[in-house]
């Protein structure tokens, strides 16, 4: 989440950070570590909320640099809110997740940062969507990011179920993030996670000694 400039060359970009969106029965479920860093070595902020409201029921998480992140939610926020004037309805969440993908694809040679959408609509319900760095688009049930996702990719082939209950989706999430936040030095801090369905959005915070422990830890 970091740029990291020396002798005013830019170095690579590192993506210190865990993030996550899941489908649930009658919802989703958006979440992140919390800690930013510079240069994959110094912790910036330990608490920095990286789940992004682009509209009422429509969330996104970012992975990259944060300064570009910023520039295209601020982006997305207000082609979203024109949209929703014109049009006089919420936009759908694809719309959301498209109108990120094309500012993406569209300054790529200028931005590192990559995004998951994820919110509730009338028209498709929960949805689930992926942002890359080039601005590919992809709805999944499920999808994790970020530095510390390469350590838990086994725990959430093998824990994620399709239907789970609310309970159930917030207990995968939490442990997902919780172990990757133990393995990966720059994902850390405390857990944020947003609840969305059709009755609104619910933020929740579960600070660093609430999170789950296991055998090693």
């Known amino acids: 989440m970091e740029r990291h400039t020396t002798d005013s060359r830019v170095k690579g970009v590192s993506t210190g950070t865990t993030i996550l969106a899941v489908k649930f029965r009658g919802g989703v479920l958006i979440g992140s570590d919390s800690r930013a860093s510079i240069g ?7 608490v920095i909320n990286k789940l992004i409201q682009v509209h009422d029921r429509i969330f996104c998480c970012i992975a990259g640099s944060l300064a570009d ?3 295209v939610t601020r982006a997305a926020k207000f082609q979203l809110s024109f949209h929703s004037v014109q049009m006089d309805s919420p936009p759908l969440v694809k719309a959301a997740a498209s109108v990120l993908r094309e500012l993406c694809y569209s300054n790529k040679e200028e931005l590192q940062a990559g995004f998951i959408t994820a919110g ?3 028209k498709k319900g929960p949805q689930v969507y992926t942002v890359s760095l080039g601005g590919m688009l992809l709805s999944l049930p499920f999808t994790i990011g970020g530095s510390g996702s390469t350590y838990i990719y086994g725990y959430v082939d093998a824990k994620y179920k399709a239907d789970m209950s ?4 917030l207990q995968f ?10 393995r ?3 994902s850390g801090g405390i857990i944020h996670l947003v ?3 059709e009755e609104g959005a619910e933020h929740i915070v579960i600070p660093g000694d609430k999170l789950p422990k296991f055998h090693d830890q």
Do not use: F, H, P
């Not at 609310?166 to 989706?169: A, F, K, L």
């Open 40 to 46: 994959g070595s110094y912790v910036a902020s330990r």
């Open 69 to 71: 992140a910023q520039a």
């Open 120 to 122: 509730w609509d009338k």
């Open 166 to 169: 609310r309970e159930e989706c």
């Open 173 to 182: 999430a939490t442990n997902a993030l919780a172990l990757a936040m133990g």
């Open 184 to 186: 990966d030095n720059v």
């Open 195 to 197: 609840v969305i369905t």
